[in-house]
């Protein structure tokens, strides 16, 4: 699939997209920080689970209201909500005030609306892709978004301490530029009334995904292997700073200390190089395989070398080992992405989408219980337990693309007879 044949949709899209990544890494990872020193580690603890349940409740409504309203029309809503709520967030963090208890109740405030946000502007790329160019798009999607974590990072670890103000003065200024490009040339993906299919009451809708073994399938196996993901930031990292002494090393005459938390640092940054200088090249490489084997083969190989981060501490055996994780992740994110459009039906993509993103929060969850674990149980036996959860999530995809062959297989036949 060639760029200029991407609907204009995508390309607005894709291109906010990266600036709103930007502006989420610029902020989120450091809020811990700032309302620590505002407002205490409790409070702070407090304020955390409540943005994420905010997100949550904002994702399950605008999964609603974008399948019965359509996607546009949530889209403004979510982001107006997103510019009214920095706009203040801005003025609480500037030099003539200092709210940071108001801005604690902005940022639940603002989360909601990302939330209500999310799944519109997702289906939205759904209805005017289709199964072949999906894997395009999000592959697209998938680099901007580790380039994005990339440059916000950076730009956060500098501004957010010294520079808030102007930070969110720059943060404000990007959101209202992406609500200008979302009214003004975003067009309407999905009309409920142009619809073959009526759309259920809310109730039914949400009812009718947990009955949908397929999708069940795609979620279960997502969280597992989210899990495995996030357990290099949790059990792993932990494991880490713990088992790895600090020592000195030299890299082209230059001496630096590294000790585990550096390590893990430099481990992430190279997964993030990784993705941004691999990921056309393993699209290119993979593109004559047949979309299952590449998910499954990517799967097995990042959940081999996610799990054996337990097991091992050989510095150069554990970059090597993030290399080929790297390679297994960019096979399987793109198809694993796109597989939600061939499982989602028209009328309930936002959704279908709604509930995808609870993937993210079930494996954090989990990803946390396994530090409770970890102290119970060696690293042999805890790397051990997450190539059995790599593994399990790769048997649900393996289940479910089993079964959407033989389905898409039934459908042909049944096409050829017809004719």
């Not at 916000?152 to 530029?177: E, P, W």
């Not at 959704?351 to 995808?356: G, I, K, L, V």
């Amino acid at each position: 699939m060639k760029l200029k044949e991407i609907h204009p949709n995508v390309k607005f899209r894709l291109v906010m997209q990266f600036f709103g990544g930007l502006v989420s890494m610029a902020v989120m990872p450091f809020l811990a920080i700032y309302f620590a020193g505002k407002l205490g580690a409790t409070i702070t603890g407090i304020v955390l689970v409540v943005v994420i349940l905010s997100g949550i409740a904002g994702g399950f409504l605008g999964g609603s209201l974008s399948d019965k309203l359509g996607r546009k029309k949530i889209m403004v809503y979510g982001e107006l909500g997103l510019l009214v709520s920095y706009v203040f967030i801005t003025l609480c963090n500037s030099p003539w005030f200092d709210l940071p208890y108001v801005t604690a109740f902005l940022f639940i405030f603002n989360m909601f609306f990302g939330g209500l946000f999310s799944p519109a502007a997702q289906a939205m790329i759904i209805d005017v892709t289709d199964s072949a160019s999906r894997k395009t798009v999000f592959t697209i999607s998938y680099w901007l978004a580790n380039l994005a974590n990339a440059i916000g990072g950076v730009v956060g670890a500098f501004l957010f301490k010294d520079y808030l103000f102007q930070l969110f003065i720059g943060v404000t200024s990007i959101t209202f530029m992406s609500l200008l490009v979302t009214i003004l040339f975003i067009s309407e993906s999905y009309s409920p009334q142009d619809s073959h299919e009526d759309v259920p009451p809310v109730s039914i809708r949400y009812s009718s995904v947990l009955k949908d073994k397929l999708f069940m399938y795609f979620i279960v196996g997502g969280i597992l292997i989210l899990t495995l993901e996030q357990s290099l930031t949790n059990y792993i990292g932990i494991r880490f700073e713990r088992d790895i002494p600090q020592q000195t090393g030299s890299v082209f005459g230059l001496s630096f200390e590294l000790d585990g938390t550096r390590l893990l640092g430099f481990l992430r940054t190279e997964n993030t190089l990784l993705v941004v200088a691999l990921s056309a090249l393993v699209l290119l490489v993979f593109r004559k395989w047949k979309d299952r084997t590449t998910l499954l083969t990517g799967l097995i190989v990042f959940t081999i070398c996610f799990s054996a981060f337990a097991v091992t501490n050989n510095i150069l055996f554990l970059f090597i080992l993030m290399f080929f994780g790297t390679v297994g992740e960019l096979m399987y994110v793109p198809i694993k992405q796109a597989m939600i459009g061939d499982l989602a039906p028209e009328n309930g993509r936002s959704t279908y989408m709604a509930f995808y993103s609870l993937t993210g929060y079930g494996a954090m969850i989990i990803a946390s219980l396994l530090i409770v674990v970890g102290e119970w149980l060696s690293p042999v036996y805890m790397g051990g337990l997450l190539l059995l959860i790599g593994l399990g999530g790769s048997l649900c995809y393996g289940i479910l693309t089993a079964r959407m062959s033989g389905a898409a297989s039934k459908e042909v036949i049944l096409k050829t007879e017809e004719m």
